[in-house]
């Protein structure tokens, strides 16, 4: 029961009227996107919105981070749709609950922490082509079909009228909170736009032009696909890169809804709501989805922070898909072009771009190479993967040229090698490349305590040199080692002198079989 008395955060203060007021708009801002995802994938507009509606309830009540809004999406449209035009709808459905399942699978192992290792340049990258892929996707309002069933731009009044309405919706999302913040600005263009439109019997493109929104409740339908392994090799590798995609989309805009909200979501548990989303979703004829990044930005820069907005902006979209639809498709294009423009402005990270001399080449190599990939491929996953690849490499050349060793000979006649910077895969050449071992004295010592061997290849590194000294016939001593390096060497030979007060406790990196 205290669960479910959470759900809507009692817990915490929540201003009702700024919650339900977001949700009504971005229930509005839904319908224009979901409606246009489900026919880039091939499939009926009210598998858009049915999935919209499932997984922006499910997320919102479980999902980890409140605030933050999940539905149809591109990147999902997008791997889904040669999967819809060879096999059609029956195995996108069962496509979504097998993702969903894995997407589980990832948050019970805890894998939603994996996004930590994508690197600030990369989520750049994601946010800014983004940004360009929803500003883009806005100038297809202006166009229109021809006598010959092509799109071209408009001319002549339709466009100045559409300008004109996209410019009064721009006006008042920007002006509006400079007067007041009662009320939520992209709410108040909607609305005020509506109102002109109506009043003046203005025509202009609406939601009704791009396709009918009316329908009932999503029924439930078990996927009529057999049950098979020949149906699991045809959906599998689809579930598997939709739940990659998913679960990046998500993770990242959860990671960007929590430095603005400087508060913190759980990557683990929108995992699982993400997952179970997916599967009511397969099940209620929903295409699956993901979190949204431009939906989400307009709920929390309408003020709501809890989990109630999202519920309400579900609901709403569920209402207006069975009672409203004949009112929701006199809405104009205009008004909410004119919202996922600003959206877009909102959504790009402006201030990347006045750290271009400031930040190292590479990370803004990595920055322009994840935007690119966005934009031009629409693959989030691969963007993200290149990114995240580009940045490892970087780091590990950076710090492969930090290893270096200083030399002393003592009173004694022994040298010293005091190794300093980290010993791994990419520095085991410029290691090798410190010891004279033929001119060396016949007492060497190696000191580690400013070092630290970081993978298997560091101690096999450390094998072969001491290898290398026992041939010639030289005493090795190794100092600073920490207790899982002592264990992993294999020449015993070797004098591991061992210091229990100032000996390190790491663990090295290697593959257990």
């Known amino acids: 029961m205290t669960k479910i008395f959470n759900l809507f955060d009692f817990s915490q203060k929540v201003n009702y009227k700024t919650e339900v007021l977001a949700g009504l708009t971005v229930a509005l801002a839904l319908i224009p996107e979901a409606v246009a995802f489900a026919m880039i994938a091939g499939l009926s507009p009210l598998t858009g919105l049915y999935a919209a509606f499932v997984m922006g309830l499910v997320t919102s009540i479980f999902g980890g981070r409140p605030g933050m809004i999940s539905g149809a999406t591109g990147a999902v449209a997008v791997v889904i749709v040669a999967l819809s035009i060879s096999h059609g709808p029956e195995y996108i459905f069962a496509t979504v609950i097998l993702a969903g399942l894995i997407q589980i699978m990832a948050g019970v192992l805890r894998l939603g922490k994996l996004i930590r290792l994508v690197p600030h340049s990369v989520i750049f990258g994601f946010v800014n082509g983004l940004a360009i892929i929803i500003f883009m996707s806005q100038l297809d309002q202006f166009k229109t079909i021809n006598a010959a069933g092509e799109l071209e731009w408009m001319t002549g009044n339709p466009l100045y009228i559409l300008l004109g309405l996209v410019f009064i919706t721009i006006l008042i999302i920007w002006g509006l909170p400079k007067l007041t913040k009662v009320f939520p600005s992209s709410l108040a263009a909607i609305l005020v736009v509506f109102g002109i439109v109506l009043l003046l019997g203005i025509d202009t493109k609406t939601v009704g032009d791009i396709a009918s929104i009316k329908g009932g409740f999503p029924p439930f339908h078990i996927p009529m696909v057999p049950f098979s392994w020949e149906t699991l090799s045809i959906i599998f590798p689809f579930a598997a890169i939709m739940a990659g995609v998913g679960l990046i989309e998500s993770l ?201 061997i970081v993978d298997m290849s560091g101690i096999e590194a450390v094998n072969k040199l001491t290898e290398r000294y026992l041939k010639q016939g030289k005493k090795l001593h190794l100092r600073h080692l920490s207790n899982d390096c002592r264990t992993l060497l294999n020449n015993a030979d070797a004098l591991i002198e061992v210091n229990i007060l100032e000996d390190p406790t790491y663990k090295v990196a290697v593959d257990k079989v």
């Open 252 to 452: 990242l805009t959860l990671n960007i809804i929590d430095e603005i909200t400087e508060t913190r979501g759980s990557g683990n548990k929108e995992c699982v709501a993400q997952g179970s989303a997916n599967i009511l979703s397969g099940f209620f004829s929903g295409m699956g989805g993901c979190a949204m990044l431009g939906q989400s930005l307009i709920n929390v820069a309408s003020g709501a922070r809890a989990r109630l907005s999202g519920i309400v902006a579900s609901i709403m979209l569920l209402v207006f898909i069975m009672f409203g639809a004949d009112i929701i498709e006199k809405l104009p294009m205009a008004a909410l072009t004119g919202v996922m423009i600003m959206v877009a402005v909102g959504t790009f990270e402006w201030a990347s771009l006045r750290t271009f001399r400031r930040m190292p080449k590479s990370d803004v190599f990595v920055m322009v190479m994840v935007t690119l990939i966005t934009i031009f491929l629409h693959n989030l996953a691969l963007a993200v993967l290149v990114g995240v690849i580009i940045s490892a490499l970087v780091f590990a050349w950076d710090n492969a040229k930090r290893i270096r060793a200083r030399k002393r000979v003592d009173e004694n006649g022994v040298k010293h090698y005091d190794i300093y910077g980290p010993l791994f895969f990419g520095s085991v050449h410029a290691f090798n490349d410190k010891f004279d071992i033929l001119d060396d004295p016949q007492e060497v010592v190696i000191d580690f305590s400013e070092s630290r």
